[in-house]
Nanobody, 118 residues
Framework: QVQLVESGGGLVQAGGSLRLSCAAS????????MAWFRQAPGKEREFVAR????????SYRDFVKGRFTISRDNAKNTVYLQMNSLKPEDTAVYYC???????????WGQGTQVTVSS
């Protein structure tokens, strides 16, 4: 059974940084693309960043380009999201997701809350 467990969320002031982690178990992590999504109160869940199985190809939504960096450590079965220059509008629950043997994001973590104060 695949499990994804996020950590690293918290409360930070605007301009600050956080690093989210997502630990994966139960699947072939090193051959799986991973991504981060987020959902703010009253809004739909939205894509933030994606990384391919090797870590060589990444993609980002425009609103995080230059501020967030997605990376992975296949030896630790972990994907990261380094978030710098945080803004109040980045406040959301951040979810880790994976494409295990599928073109769809078919596994999700429970989410970690990120709150950015102004």
């Amino acid at each position: 059974q695949v499990q994804l467990v996020e950590s690293g969320g918290g409360l930070v002031q605007a301009g600050g940084s956080l690093r989210l982690s997502c630990a994966a178990s139960g699947g072939s992590f090193s051959s799986t693309a991973m991504a981060w999504f987020r959902q703010a109160p009253g809004k739909e869940r939205e894509f933030v960043a994606r990384i391919d199985w090797s870590g060589g190809i990444t993609s980002y939504r425009d609103f995080v380009k230059g501020r967030f960096t997605i990376s992975r450590d296949n030896a630790k079965n972990t994907v990261y999201l380094q978030m710098n220059s945080l803004k109040p509008e980045d406040t959301a629950v951040y979810y880790c997701t994976a494409q295990y043997g599928s073109s769809l994001y078919n596994y999700w973590g429970q989410g970690t809350q990120v709150t950015v104060s102004s």
